[in-house]
């Protein structure tokens, strides 16, 4: 009878160690497809949001002005709500796509994607003159605030200028030539002019999010990635043979100096003092940065292929070919240049990079 009772125990504990047991790999089971599920709703919620960007791109092409947006659009499984931010420089995209709850996932899963863009004419004057000149070529629309010089240059576009158009032959005008009272920047249409207080704490912030290095800074010829970083009290100089590809954006406080190298990544470059580029290559594929200098900006016999230029004083390109945009307060184009517009580029993809805290159940 003894035995008979251990027996029976016995054959009682196996069974409900095996309940147990087999309750605890369904239920590891669960998690893991639960875990599968999450996943997949993240890259349709990532999916959905980069959507919601390129309809917003699509309507800034056709309505430079457009910021209206767009609050729950449908797309495949999912909505993306869009937000518009013009009121700085660059224009900020924000969209939020989201993937209802379903099955195991019990609460709505969100992924965020923010881009900066640009969207404006080819050659900018935003205070001073655009003068173009030495058989040089800007393929797109120029703007100025004040004058448009043109000697033995080239406007593939048309010619706006808020004063006058003083004409040097040989010039080429292919579009619109207007200078009769032609209206300040309407706001969206150009490229606006931007507040270097903004715009040097908005970049600062960024850059310090990296780290600081104090004093001088110099690349010598090698390959390396840079940035996020603010170099406070001190030159950038990346010299020749130099490949630097751009991780975050670099804020520096006194000049910066690119020779003979190349500069590659989607961020921004921002000196507070002059930036001077020489025999170099910036930009690569589709993707460029955006540089930005308070004072002086020169570029020589160099290739940009894509990239933004702002600056608040003064830029000078000479023998070079660049593919985006140029901005200044005064913007010369000499010596057999060519700017060619890219419409609108990406910028500052450190805003949008996709890492796994970004997405959110709610």
């Known amino acids: 009878m003894k035995e008979r009772g251990s027996t029976l125990a016995m054959v009682l504990m196996f069974l409900a160690a095996f309940v147990i047991m087999s309750a605890a790999i369904s239920r590891i089971m669960q998690t893991r497809a639960q875990s599968t599920r999450y ?3 993240q890259a349709r919620a990532l999916d959905v949001a980069q959507a919601g960007v390129a309809h917003a791109l699509q309507m800034l092409s056709d309505t430079p002005s457009w910021s209206t947006g767009f609050n729950n ?17 660059p224009t900020s995209i924000k969209s939020v796509g ?22 404006g004419q080819v050659c900018v004057s935003l205070g001073k003159d655009v003068t173009i000149k030495g058989t040089s070529t800007c393929v797109g629309d120029v703007f100025s605030d004040r004058d448009i010089i043109l000697s033995d240059g080239t406007v593939k576009g048309n010619a706006l200028a808020v004063r006058n158009i003083n004409l040097t032959a040989p010039w080429t005008i292919t579009g619109t030539k207007s200078s ?22 908005t970049y600062k912030t960024q850059a310090q999010a990296g780290g600081t290095s104090v004093g001088d800074y110099t690349i010598n010829g090698t390959t390396v990635t840079l940035g996020p970083l603010y170099i406070k009290s001190g030159k950038l100089t990346i010299k020749s043979g130099a490949v630097v590809t751009l991780a975050g954006t670099v804020y520096v406080d006194d000049d910066i100096s690119i020779d003979q190298s190349q500069l590659k990544g989607a961020y921004t470059l921002y000196t507070k003092d002059k930036m001077t580029i020489t025999k170099s290559t910036v930009g690569a594929g589709n ?34 070919t660049m593919t985006g945009s140029a901005a200044a307060n005064n913007l010369i184009v000499d010596q ?8 609108i580029k990406y910028l500052d993809i450190d805003i949008g990079t996709i890492v796994s805290a970004d997405w959110t159940m709610k």
């Open 98 to 119: 989201t993937i209802p709850a379903a099955g195991p996932v019990k609460h709505d899963v969100s992924r965020t994607v923010t881009v900066r863009v640009y969207f």
């Open 287 to 320: 993707s460029g940065p955006l540089l930005i200098s308070e004072n002086d900006f020169t570029v020589d016999q160099s290739t940009l292929t894509p990239a933004v230029v702002y600056n608040f004083t003064k830029s000078t390109f000479t023998k070079t």
């Open 73 to 89: 659009m449908s797309f495949g499984t999912g909505t993306y709500t869009v937000t518009v931010d013009s009121s700085q420089f």
């Open 180 to 201: 009769v009272n032609y209206p300040p920047a309407p706001s969206g249409a150009y490229l606006k002019k931007a507040s270097k207080k903004s715009l040097h704490s």
């Open 336 to 343: 057999t240049s060519t700017i060619t517009w890219a419409g």
């Open 39 to 41: 996943y997949d709703f």
